[in-house]
Each structure stands twice: as structure tokens, then as C-alpha cells.
T-cell receptor, first 115, second 116 residues
Framework: AQSVTQLGSHVSVSEGALVLLRCNYS??????LFWYVQYPNQGLQLLLK??????LVKGINGFEAEFKKSETSFHLTKPSAHMSDAAEYFC?????????????FGTGTRLQVTL | DTGVSQDPRHKITKRGQNVTFRCDPI?????LYWYRQTLGQGPEFLTY????????KSRLLSDRFSAERPKGSFSTLEIQRTEQGDSAMYLC??????????????FGPGTRLLVL
């Protein structure tokens, strides 16, 4: 069975500092990996996804993530945090069962950005 | 493309009452998913439709829960005899035809349910 572990339920960084949100996955088949962001009282918005090909994936708002098969990781980074990045971030793995592509999510990491 | 919409955004009900939520997917998206998100957790898969056919249901979906997508467009999720443990955010997502496991699911804003 596929699973996702997000290390650190809360991460706090200063504005302008590097953002690093950790995600490790477990999958018996080549994974398809996603990062979603959730702002308060809103649904989830896709930041980026890895399917095949280049292991460094660039997303919206300056975020990127690198797929490392040897480490079973898909950490999310941003060189310089902005106040507007404060939100909850979810890593997810896609599982194809029959015709359904179910997302299995981690428990989320809440990012706080301070002045 | 107006995005996935959900109605209502918030619902407060008393234990034992029935509630129904609606999801309107992005037009021409033939796949529709329901997820449930409890406080401090990531969303968990509940059920999936391809067009009007409900093809998969999670074991989380007890017999008090029923979902429909009668014309392959909007979907409803009904909870009968609500319990306090049903309090959660119910999220709907849709994705386009034929995308497979690489598909991007587009999420609505969710319906937050509170059962008193």
C-alpha cells in the first residue's frame, strides 16, 4: 500500500529565508507525487507534480521539488519565503486502482512565515 | 473554467439529522471524487465517479453515506443520521477524461460540517 509521511507538522521561517518541507513516500510501484497548498477555509490548490522524466519539478509561486528515488523523498523547497506563503501544505501520492486515481495524502505541514 | 464549486460552504446540524452536499465539477470533467478531511489530517478518499457511474467506495463510507451523480455532471453526498464523528471538511475534486494516474485533481473549496 502507498503512504506518505510529512515530517514536521509545523514549520516556521523568516520572510526571505529558505523554505524546506519534507515528504517521504512508500510505494510498491513507480509513484506519481503531488504537492498541494491549502489556504484557510479554502480547497486544495496544486503546486506541482512529478510523473516521469525530470526529477526536479518546478511549480507555481516559486516552489520546486526534487524526486529522489533512492531516498523515497519528494521535498518541497522555495529559496525565499514570502508572507503570502503561509498556509498548509500537503504531499500526496497517486494510486491507480481500476480506473480511479486516488490521492493518498500526508498529514500536512503548516508553514508560518514571520517578519 | 469556473473551477469546482461546492454548496453549502458551511453546515451546522444536530446529531441524527440528514444533510446533503452538492458539488459542481469543472465542465467536461468526467471524473469526480469526494474526500473527507478531519482536523489536523490530510484528505481521505471517500468515493469516485466516472461519468454517472460510482466505481469505487472507501470503507470509510459507511451505509449512512450515499453519493450520486445522476447525469454525470453535479454530484451529491448525503449523510443520514449524522453523528458527531462526521464533523469534517468534505472536499470534492474533478479531473478530465482519460488522464490516468498522472491526472491532476482540481479541488473545490469544501463544505465544512459541524454536528452538534
Amino acid at each position: 500500500a502507498q503512504s506518505v509521511t510529512q515530517l514536521g507538522s509545523h514549520v516556521s521561517v523568516s520572510e526571505g529565508a529558505l523554505v524546506l518541507l519534507r515528504c517521504n513516500y512508500s510505494s510498491s510501484v513507480p509513484p506519481y507525487l503531488f504537492w498541494y497548498v491549502q489556504y484557510p477555509n479554502q480547497g486544495l490548490q496544486l503546486l506541482l507534480k512529478y510523473t516521469t522524466g525530470a526529477t526536479l519539478v518546478k511549480g507555481i509561486n516559486g516552489f520546486e521539488a526534487e524526486f529522489k528515488k533512492s531516498e523515497t523523498s519528494f521535498h518541497l523547497t522555495k529559496p525565499s519565503a514570502h508572507m503570502s506563503d503561509a498556509a498548509e501544505y500537503f504531499c500526496a501520492v497517486s494510486v491507480l486502482t481500476g480506473t480511479a486515481s486516488k490521492l493518498t495524502f500526508g498529514t500536512g505541514t503548516r508553514l508560518q512565515v514571520t517578519l | 473554467d469556473t473551477g469546482v464549486s461546492q454548496d453549502p460552504r458551511h453546515k451546522i446540524t444536530k446529531r441524527g439529522q440528514n444533510v446533503t452536499f452538492r458539488c459542481d465539477p469543472i465542465s467536461e470533467h468526467n471524473r469526480l471524487y469526494w474526500y473527507r478531511q478531519t482536523l489536523g489530517q490530510g484528505p481521505e478518499f471517500l468515493t469516485y465517479f466516472q461519468n454517472e457511474a460510482q466505481l469505487e467506495k472507501s470503507r470509510l463510507l459507511s451505509d449512512r453515506f450515499s453519493a450520486e451523480r445522476p447525469k454525470g455532471s453535479f454530484s451529491t453526498l448525503e449523510i443520514q443520521r449524522t453523528e458527531q464523528g462526521d464533523s469534517a471538511m468534505y472536499l470534492c475534486a474533478s479531473s478530465p477524461r482519460g488522464a490516468g494516474e498522472q491526472e491532476t485533481q482540481y479541488f473545490g473549496p469544501g463544505t465544512r460540517l459541524l454536528v452538534l
